[in-house]
């Protein structure tokens, strides 16, 4: 049971192709709702202008585009289901009232679409995994060495950045290329200030701590901004250094922690803003957000820790004291080994993080003693999604494309 995009009728109004197990047993209406009982016992119900909404004809969408056509407006408001059949190949057809409009329904993308039995999930919905050092001593890691061709390969690394925040490849090529060559196949990469692509070495008078031999501390980057990027690309063309160690933290698990253990001081952390601003010569970059930033359901989307790019403090009176006893409990965790994964970049090795979860930094190195070179850029959360989503939109419908 599947729509075909290669036969005249178009029967779902996306570019994808839909196949489940189970097939329609009968088909029901009480005028306002659309029942549907499918051979696994369960039952479904849609809405008479639901289901007129997504209709899939050339009245309701431009069936080039599929873009609806269709403004709410042109809904009738007493909408209602006149008559509906179950049609060959699972195959629900439905008379719309008052219009007398015919539409046909991929039972398959029916039951993808079941909203009364709880929703439907994104393809790009991974299983978040929060992390400590125990528990993740080393970057999940896969083989780069035809990350670009690899395709399972791709899709895995990929998932893992989902999951854990961040994932490695190890074996690509140690060329200063390769970084937006990785970037660019997955999605598009994000400009900034610094550059499209950007090198961090030893560059005297470049204006960051990054392009020194000095320790970085734990850090998100371009937390000065209003849209943060939302993953970051790290690439080792080369490293001769001894020191120079890499170390990655799980700030999504840092911040839940503090959630369970110090509720008052996560409660400050995440409802009151701190002055972000990068201070440079050039440029004035400056935004203002809580170190933790929630959603409407309470859940963390982000840690914007980098207290050396915070501007002074601009609280309400009473809460300046309280705010920063929460900030030191904040990075005496941050400081804590048990958060604190640390690695050595070989060259060839690429790591791609959540730069808005995973804080990032460095142990110093000897700058006299050898080189050190990563290329990095950034992109969106949403390249990574979208990539995530075609790649379960391929193994539906084993598309080669
Ligand atoms: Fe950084």
New binding site residues.
């Given amino acids: 049971m599947a729509s075909d995009e290669t036969a005249t009728e178009v029967l779902t109004p996306d570019f994808e192709s839909y196949q489940v197990a189970e097939t329609v047993s009968a088909v029901d209406s009480d005028g306002r709702i659309l029942t549907v009982d499918w051979s696994d016992g369960r039952v479904s119900r849609y809405h008479a202008i639901w289901l007129r909404n997504n209709a899939c004809d050339p009245v309701t969408f431009n069936l080039d585009t599929r873009e609806i056509a269709l403004s709410p407006l042109d809904l009738p408001e007493d909408i209602r289901i006149a008559t509906c059949e179950l049609a060959a190949d699972d195959v629900i057809a439905v008379r719309f009232a008052p219009e007398g409009h015919d539409a046909r329904f991929d039972a398959a993308w029916l039951r993808l679409h079941d909203y009364s039995n709880g929703g439907r999930q994104d393809d790009a919905a991974v299983e978040k995994v929060f992390w400590t050092t125990a528990e993740c001593p080393e970057p999940p890691s896969f083989d780069g060495s035809d990350i670009l061709n690899d395709r399972d390969t791709f899709a895995a690394f990929l998932t893992a950045v989902a999951s854990h925040g961040l994932a490695r490849l190890r074996g690509t090529p140690a060329e200063p290329g390769f970084a937006e060559q990785l970037a660019s196949h997955i999605g598009v990469i994000r400009d900034n200030n610094f550059g499209r692509i950007w090198n961090v070495r030893v560059e005297p008078g470049s204006g960051s701590n990054?392009y020194t031999s000095l320790e970085?501390a734990p850090?998100v980057?371009l937390a000065t901004r209003e849209y943060q990027p939302g993953l970051q690309v790290l690439h080792c063309v080369e490293n001769t250094t001894r020191g120079g160690r890499a170390m990655m933290i799980d700030g999504f698990r840092v911040a839940e922690d503090l959630r369970t253990e110090e509720p008052d001081a996560f409660h400050l952390l995440a409802t009151v803003p701190w002055h972000l601003s990068n201070r440079a010569t050039d440029t004035d970059y400056r935004w203002n957000a809580p170190a933790i930033v929630l959603d409407a359901a309470g859940a963390i989307v982000e840690v914007r820790s980098i207290y050396f790019l915070r501007g002074p403090l601009n609280a309400p009176f009473d809460l300046v004291e309280d705010l920063y006893a929460a900030d030191r409990l904040l990075h005496a965790r941050l400081m804590d080994p048990q958060y604190r994964m640390l690695f050595d970049y070989l060259p060839g090795d690429l790591m791609l993080f959540d730069n808005r979860r995973i804080l990032?930094g460095r142990k110093a190195f000897d700058a006299a003693e050898g080189r050190r070179w990563l290329r990095g850029c950034y992109l969106e959360r949403e390249e990574l999604e979208s990539a995530l989503r075609m790649a379960a939109r391929r193994r539906r419908t084993g598309a080669n494309t």
């Fill in positions: 990054a970085l850090h980057d990032h």
